[in-house]
């Protein structure tokens, strides 16, 4: 089984907010800091990135917070967005997918129930919905459809050797983490499933809950997977940035 290299590569934040967005209905008076992320899995016979972060226009209009365009945060690991064939969207929160367009050249592995939600959908045209997506990244994505530039998998999935797209719902109603094999053990890019190390470590999910049953069984299965819970990673934990070795300006190595 190939030993993959995990890095994370901070690409907006930090962002402050009450405790609470962290922790789901605790730490109302605390004030948390959280980062925005996407990864990148090197060593096997392919690289492949998780999540693309978010366009310069979407950042743009939203503000955000020391953003740098995720191409440049991986040209600093001598990735070349425009050569990569393998990204895998673990959901399609605008944070997460809407720099999609800036990979022409890969597939994206998506959950076909997230996909469908987004897409087709209309509950997803809701306020609280429409809060947390962009119209440009859905409509990107549907351009996709029925290309070979779009995977949509049906539950767990190894797309390639060691690395395992893993069904695990209740942040959003098909987020996929990633479980990936290492020197170490199985480690588990699990995005959103926890907002920061606290969730996996309290068994409390962050905010932006779809389903709580479901997320609750969702981390069974993800401690059930990985061998630690240290190998469990979060989506937006600054704690990714400062307890882990740099090797880039704003790129760590996880694992
Ligand atoms: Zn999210």
Redesign the pocket.
């Known amino acids: 089984m190939p030993e993959h290299e995990i890095y994370a590569l901070k690409y907006a934040g930090p962002l402050e907010s009450s405790g609470a967005f962290l922790m789901w209905l605790k730490d109302w008076e605390q004030v948390e800091e959280r980062n925005y992320y996407i990864w990148c899995v090197k060593g096997g016979q392919e690289t492949v990135v998780v999540d693309t972060g978010v366009s310069p226009d979407l950042a743009m209009e939203k503000n955000l917070t020391g953003y740098v365009n995720p191409a440049e945060v991986l040209s600093r690991i001598e990735v070349d967005v425009r050569e990569v064939r393998h990204v895998i969207l ?2 399609i ?1 605008w ?2 997918a809407s720099g999609a367009s800036l990979f022409p050249k890969a597939t994206f592995c998506i959950q076909e129930r997230e996909y469908h939600f987004w897409l087709k959908d209309r509950i997803a045209e809701r306020p609280p919905f429409e809060h ?1 997506s962009d119209k440009r990244t859905s409509a990107y994505l549907a351009s996709l459809e029925k290309t070979d530039r779009l995977a949509l998998l049906q539950g767990d999935h190894e797309i390639l050797a060691g690395i395992e797209c893993l069904l695990a719902p209740g ?2 109603v098909g ?1 996929q983490v990633v479980a990936v094999s290492t020197a170490t053990g199985i480690a588990i890019l699990g ?2 499933c926890a907002h920061v190390f606290r969730n996996y470590r309290e068994d409390w999910p962050s905010a ?1 809950i779809v389903d709580l049953v479901e997320w609750m069984r969702t981390y069974e299965k993800l401690r059930l997977k990985a061998p630690s819970i240290d190998l469990l990673f979060p ?1 937006h934990d600054p704690i990714m940035s400062e307890n882990y070795p740099e090797v880039a300006e704003g790129v760590t190595r996880l694992v």
Do not use: C, P, R
Request: charged share 15%; glycine share 8%.
């Open positions: 673990t959901h929160h944070d997460h947390v942040h959003t987020l995005s959103d932006l989506g």
